[in-house]
């Protein structure tokens, strides 16, 4: 309702708590309806003219569009990366730890933002951006950083040279994140860096791109193209690269590593997962749910590390069973830009319609579904918290990555037995362990075979801890002084 004064006139309240008509207002979070390649420090036109629109899965608008980068763009960004490289090499040290330092912070100063773009973009609660995406990523800067002028000590007695120029593919559920895990340790030990974002959550790192950019980071140093598998597939093919740094689905990693074979160019391949999380009788149970339910909910279960077979002692089956129901009752799945959200949106409509055929597959194939008792939003692409009991290793749903809120649940009787059950996997990224003795996680983890395993926790990440997996989801590591590894020649 407009106001008014005794004479009629509208009362004019700018300059006085009329907020949103400040445009200088740095928190406010503004997306650009298009946005071009990041090649050698410009951003510039696609070869082929053409742009694809990325969307809010959680309101299924447009958000803006982005560039479409074909072989042509692949091969300038490429090249803008090999002739910056042989200069940021030579920089010292130090000099390169600076300009991490300033991506860091810049980082941080622009959180809010970050955060924000990340929830629209790609449907993951706030909460989630704001606390663990967008600081984690900048802990990863921060923590490389400090590496770039201490290589001598990560490699004593041995001289560690840059690969050189390093193509680096990364998946759609931790956008912000997995750049950060890509770059910080590529640029710390002086690799040039061309990267592609996923289809469906280009736009932080196009606000990535502009934060380099007023970083001053030497031009063609980290170069950012857009697109699809073709996009991807031309930076794995392009000829003058020496390092390929690839996150995402198993089937592709196998396709890459098909297309480097016989070539000079080094990879790591960080891929999928299906995650045992295995409660002990002896756990404290409230804790353990919670720990199931952020172990596999969180992120709306997009997660390479999540729990998704859940083991427990048959002992305390019923009352894991009774609680676990209950509480995903109470989850909130709606809006992701609320703060009281606990699910967000799934990633794409494409992700959607693969997660509703496992869970029909599921039903199809003998399992007893739960799905929780919670209201979706009607527009958007959304997909209640769900659990599946009676179900086997002979099911589809146990076997496959289903990389949603969907849990199974199976029993055991003795610790053999559910590492039997937890290793009788062919992926082997995580896995976690819940019990009150120390020494039961001791035997119980050393013996599973799996990249990174949580005792009485669950998806928690730090800097300097190495991540990875054995088996099918992948080779290599990412994070800690592992992470600097596949980034140097030792001499
Ligand atoms: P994806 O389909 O394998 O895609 C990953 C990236 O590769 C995207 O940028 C994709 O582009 C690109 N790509 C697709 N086909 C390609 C090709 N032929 N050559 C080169 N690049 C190609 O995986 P996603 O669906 O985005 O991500 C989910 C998967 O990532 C899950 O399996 C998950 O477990 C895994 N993941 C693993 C980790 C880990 O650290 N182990 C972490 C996070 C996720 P488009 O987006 O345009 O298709
Ligand atoms: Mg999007």
Not at 114 to 120: L, T, Y
Not at 420 to 430: D, Q, R
């Amino acid at each position: 309702m407009a106001h008014s004064n005794e004479m009629g006139a509208p009362l004019d309240f700018k300059g006085l708590w009329q907020y949103d008509a400040a445009p200088e207002d740095k928190s406010q979070v503004k997306i650009a309806p298009r946005y071009n390649h990041f090649i050698n420090g410009k951003f510039v036109e696609p070869d082929s003219g053409e742009y694809f629109d990325t969307i809010s899965p959680s309101t299924e608008e447009k958000l803006s569009e982005i560039a479409l980068a074909n072989e042509n763009d692949v091969d300038k960004a490429v090249k803008a990366a090999r002739k910056a490289q042989k200069d940021w090499a030579k920089l010292p040290g130090k000099e390169r730890g600076k300009y991490l330092f300033r991506i860091a912070r810049l980082m941080q100063e622009r959180a809010r933002a970050f955060s924000v773009i990340e929830s629209m973009d790609g449907g993951k609660p706030i909460r989630e951006s704001r606390d663990v995406d967008v600081p984690l990523a900048a802990a990863h800067f921060f923590y490389y950083a400090g590496w770039a002028d201490k290589l001598e000590y990560a490699y004593p007695g041995k001289k560690a040279s840059p690969k050189g120029v390093a193509g680096q593919i990364i998946p759609w559920n931790f956008p912000l994140l997995m750049a950060a895990w890509k770059l910080a340790p590529a640029l710390a030990t002086g690799n040039t860096v061309v990267l592609k974002p996923a289809e469906t959550t280009p736009l932080t790192s196009m606000f990535l791109a502009e934060l380099i950019r007023d970083a001053g980071i030497p031009d063609g140093v980290v170069n950012i193209v857009n697109g699809m598998g073709a996009t991807g597939a031309a930076l794995v093919n392009h000829p003058d690269i020496n390092k390929i740094a690839f996150t995402g689905s198993t089937p592709v990693g196998k396709f890459i590593q098909k297309a480097l074979a016989g070539r000079d160019v080094s990879y790591t391949l960080e891929l999928g997962g299906k995650a045992a999380n295995i409660i002990f009788e002896d756990a404290p149970i409230d804790q353990a749910v919670e720990g199931i339910i952020n172990g596999i909910f969180f992120n709306q279960g997009h997660v390479c590390c999540a729990g998704s077979r859940l083991f427990v002692q048959e002992s305390v089956a019923n009352e894991v069973m009774r609680k676990l129901k209950y509480r995903i009752d109470t989850l909130v799945v709606g809006d992701p830009l609320d703060k009281n959200t606990d699910i967000g949106a799934i990633n794409s409509k494409k992700q959607l319609d693969k997660i509703n055929e496992l869970i029909q597959a599921g039903i199809d194939e003998g399992g007893q579904v739960y799905k929780a008792n919670v209201s979706t939003p009607d527009k958007g692409f959304w997909c209640a918290p769900t659990l599946f009991t009676e179900v086997s290793q002979a099911h589809r749903i146990v076997n496959e990555e289903i990389f949603g809120p969907v849990l199974t649940i199976q029993t055991f009787r003795t610790p053999d037995e559910a590492i039997k059950k937890a290793n009788n996997t062919a992926f082997g990224l995580s896995g976690g362990v819940w019990t009150d003795k120390g020494a039961k996680i001791f035997n119980v983890t050393s013996q599973l075979r799996a990249g990174v395993i949580w005792a009485n926790t669950y998806n928690k990440f730090d800097p300097t801890s190495p991540f990875g997996g054995y088996k099918e989801s992948g080779m290599g590591r990412e994070g800690g002084l592992h992470g600097l590894t596949p980034y140097v020649n030792l001499d």
